[in-house]
């Protein structure tokens, strides 16, 4: 049996720290549940209800456990749980890894996915020896678009239909950033 994956701590700009998740981080599960969008595109409960949240927490543990990926936490210099960015390992033995990220409300607007991403990357890059990392993005999530682009990735087309959000299909951007972009 393989070793589970250790989630590293990571610091990150603006005083930024990437963590595992904790019990603790449940308030973070609740926020992020009564956004409009962030439970349509994650495994976020909505309604929220602490047995649900717990299990969200859990299933982030377990992401590390059976070597899907890497779950982080985005937590501001005061100790405040604000995002979440992951680094999914899926088709890691073709060389790829994805990632995804989202910000609650009250803390989006100061860069704060720009920074997690890029800390992540960085690792991934450095660390990991990860030669593509990999993204996808709603053409109408500017915000998301930005950070993406801000963070050196680069879109390389338009999946038509390519994910189930709610209940229907989506059309995403599909943006990489290879090793050599860096």
Known sequence: MQQPLDVPVLAADGGLTL?????ADLPLVREAAQDEYIPSITTVPSPYSEPAGVAFVE??????????????????????????????LRDLE????????????????????LAAVDAVVGWALRDLRIPRLELWVEPWNLASVRTAERAGFQREGLLREWQQVGDERRDMFMYALVSGDR
């Open 19 to 23: 963590r595992p998740w904790r019990l």
């Open 94 to 113: 073709q060389g790829r890894a994805s990632l995804g990220y989202w910000v609650v409300k009250s803390a989006r607007g100061h860069g704060t996915a």
């Open 59 to 88: 299933r982030q543990w377990a992401r590390a456990t059976t070597r899907a990926g890497y779950p982080f936490v985005v937590v501001t210099a005061d100790d405040r749980p604000v995002g979440q960015v992951g680094l999914w």
